[in-house]
């Protein structure tokens, strides 16, 4: 289910956010709170798991502004979380901030628990939560870090999108929705001598990408992936090479980085009826590379 394109304004909505399964400021939640301003139809609520800054929280604004009520999860940043519900609900929209860790089980059923309580019944879910660590070869990385990258990237992919089917699925009561698994270029380059763990972890999600597609395509839900490239966002600095971009943006037959907002618009088009027959599918945001 996706929203039209026109902007929703829902009275007397305010942003909450929620800690350990608490609400710290909220509104009551009521049946009229589900629906759109016109009445005339269920609101669309989507999850944004590492929803606080880069390609999460454009993909939240964009969302929002499209007529969303989104749940923005963070994991340690509460400032920056709060700042993007804050810009939602300055446009006229609806949303919270979740801290949770994907890739711990008990964090993501609480996740998924604060929306249901603080927003309503799921529609969709975008699976954009990852980390990358500093740099280097596969003969340097130890099991602690490859725990890390597939905890948080691949479990953690695998954990909210089970907590989304049970709640989306016509097989369990659901009403059906969409999936978007922000994957990268990187699963199919590999990422020699700086990330090949974490191009590792992302061909795992474009697998699981294919495989939930087809086991819920009966069940009024399609899962789809974006591949990001290479894109302009802070991630780059976790990795140790804040100007990644400007570095590798020669061998980008478009000659530069991408930005958040235009991965945020390809996740955008996967969520919408727009693409109401396109499931298990990979859009590459790269700039041809």
Known sequence: MAPTNRRVRFEGMGCVRCQGGTVVEG?????????????????????????????????????????????????????????????????????????????????????FEACDAGLGPLTALVNNAGILETQRRVEAMDAARLHRIFAANVTGAFLCAREAVKRMSTRHGGSGGAIVNLSSRASVLGSPNEYVDYAASKAAVDTLTIGLAQEVAQEGIRVNAVRAGIIDTDIHASGGEPGRVDRLKASVPMRRGGTAEEVAKAVLWLLSDEASFTTGAFLDVSGGR
Do not use: F, K
């Not at 669309?44 to 749940?71: D, F, H, K, P, W």
């Not at 804050?86 to 994907?102: F, K, M, T, W």
């Open 27 to 111: 509104w009551n939640v009521s049946d009229q709170a589900w629906h759109d301003a016109a009445g005339d139809r269920p609101a669309v609520i989507a999850i944004v798991t590492g929803g606080s800054r880069g390609i999460g929280a454009a993909t939240a604004m964009l969302a929002a502004s499209r007529g969303y009520a989104v749940c923005v999860n963070y994991l340690r940043n509460a400032t920056a979380a709060d700042a993007v519900v804050a810009a939602i609900q300055q446009a006229g929209g609806r949303a919270i901030a979740v801290q949770a860790d994907v890739a711990v089980e008990a964090d993501v059923m609480r996740l």
